[in-house]
């Protein structure tokens, strides 16, 4: 069974600081990973996605996150914040199971709420 | 284009009511997820459709909850009787159908509950 785990429910940064929100999954099988991000009272949007090839993914808004298959991880990074950035981010995990079935479904952290302070 | 619409909003109603939940996704897609997000969580995701079929309910309490894809296009979720623990936001998200695991999924606001 897949799971993901983020470390840290609330992170904080100043505005022009790094942002870095950790995420760790667990899968059986290579993984696809995704990064949303749901600003207050609104669905999730999506950061950025790993299917394959390039492990350094490029998102919107400035985001990147990379794949790193032997930490089993795929932290999200943004090299300066903004006070737009303020919101909670999740980490999702979709995969094959063993008898080669997709259905796309994702299996979430419990997110990371990013505050940003001026 | 348009992007996936629910309705209500908002809803308060007390244990052991009923309440039902619409969802419209994006246009031509073919995949349609609800998810149960409590509060301090991530979304789990409860079922979902591919056309009017149901791929995957296996997380979906089926002694009160029921969900239906009529034509394979317009959601509905209901609970019945609700419990205090359904309190949630119920998310509706849709994806094309044609990529399988590496589907983007595209997230209605959401229909935040309160049972009291």
């Known amino acids: 069974a897949q799971s993901v785990t983020q470390l840290g429910s609330h992170v904080s940064v100043s505005e022009g600081a790094l942002v870095l929100l950790r995420c760790n999954y667990s899968?059986?099988?290579?993984?696809?990973l995704f990064w949303y991000v749901q600003y207050p009272n609104q669905g999730l949007q999506l950061l950025l996605k790993?299917?394959?090839?390039?492990?350094l993914v490029k998102g919107i808004n400035g985001f990147e996150a990379e794949f790193k298959k032997s930490e089993t991880s795929f932290h999200l990074t943004k090299p300066s914040a903004h006070m737009s950035d303020a919101a909670e981010y999740f980490c999702?995990?979709?995969?094959?199971?063993?008898?080669?079935?997709?259905?796309?479904?994702?299996?979430f952290g419990q997110g990371t709420i990013l505050t940003v302070h001026p | 284009e348009a992007g996936v619409a629910q309705s209500p909003r908002y809803k308060i109603i007390e244990k052991r009511q009923s309440v039902a939940f619409w969802c419209n996704p994006i246009s031509g897609h073919a995949t349609l997820y609800w998810y149960q997000q409590i509060l301090g969580q991530g979304p789990k995701l409860l079922i979902q459709?591919?056309?009017?079929?149901?791929?995957?309910d296996s997380q979906l309490p089926k002694d009160r909850f029921s969900a239906e894809r009529l034509k394979g296009v317009d959601s509905t979720l209901k609970i019945q009787p609700a419990k205090l623990e359904d309190s949630a936001v119920y998310l509706c998200?849709?994806?094309?159908?044609?990529?399988?695991?590496?589907?983007?999924?595209?997230f209605g606001p959401g229909t935040r509950l309160l049972v009291l």
């Open positions: 790993y299917t394959t090839g390039a492990t």
């Open positions: 998200a849709s994806s094309s159908g044609t990529s399988g695991v590496q589907e983007t999924q595209y």
């Open positions: 999702a995990v979709s995969d094959e199971d063993a008898g080669g079935t997709s259905y796309g479904k994702l299996t």
């Open positions: 899968s059986s099988v290579p993984p696809y």
């Open positions: 459709f591919q056309n009017n079929g149901v791929v995957d």
